[in-house]
Nanobody, 115 residues
Framework: QVLLVESGGGLVQPGGSLRLSCRWSGTIYSINSMDWYRQAPGNQRELVAGLTSGGSTNYAASVKGRFTISRDIARNTVYLQMNNLKPEDTAVYYC?????????WGQGTQVTVSG
C-alpha cells in the first residue's frame, strides 16, 4: 500500500519561506505527474504547482515566481519551496502523485501566513 506523507507546514510571517516535502512509501509505477494542491477554508481545492515525469513544471499564476516544485526520485520525495509568502497563501497543502493506473493523495499540511 502506498502512503504519502507531507511535512514542512507551519506558521510563518508574510515574506517568509517554507519548504514542504511529500514522501511516499511503497512503489508507484508509471508516474505521470507530481502535484501540489491547496485548499483554504470555504474554497475549492486548487492546483498550485505541477511537475510531470518528464520534468515539465506549471504553476498557478498567483504563485509563479515565488514557489518552486522539485523532486528527488531516489528518495520518493517531491518538494515545494515557497518564498515571499503572503497571507492569501494560507491553506492546507496536499500532495498528489498521479500514475497511469493509480492516484495518490497525502493527508495535507497546514500553512498559515500571518503576523
Amino acid at each position: 500500500q502506498v502512503l504519502l506523507v507531507e511535512s514542512g507546514g507551519g506558521l510563518v510571517q508574510p515574506g517568509g519561506s517554507l519548504r514542504l516535502s511529500c514522501r511516499w512509501s511503497g512503489t508507484i509505477y508509471s508516474i505521470n505527474s507530481m502535484d501540489w494542491y491547496r485548499q483554504a477554508p470555504g474554497n475549492q481545492r486548487e492546483l498550485v504547482a505541477g511537475l510531470t515525469s518528464g520534468g515539465s513544471t506549471n504553476y498557478a499564476a498567483s504563485v509563479k515566481g515565488r514557489f518552486t516544485i522539485s523532486r528527488d526520485i531516489a528518495r520518493n520525495t517531491v518538494y515545494l519551496q515557497m518564498n515571499n509568502l503572503k497571507p492569501e497563501d494560507t491553506a492546507v497543502y496536499y500532495c498528489n502523485v498521479r500514475a497511469r493506473l493509480s492516484d495518490h493523495w497525502g493527508q495535507g499540511t497546514q500553512v498559515t501566513v500571518s503576523g
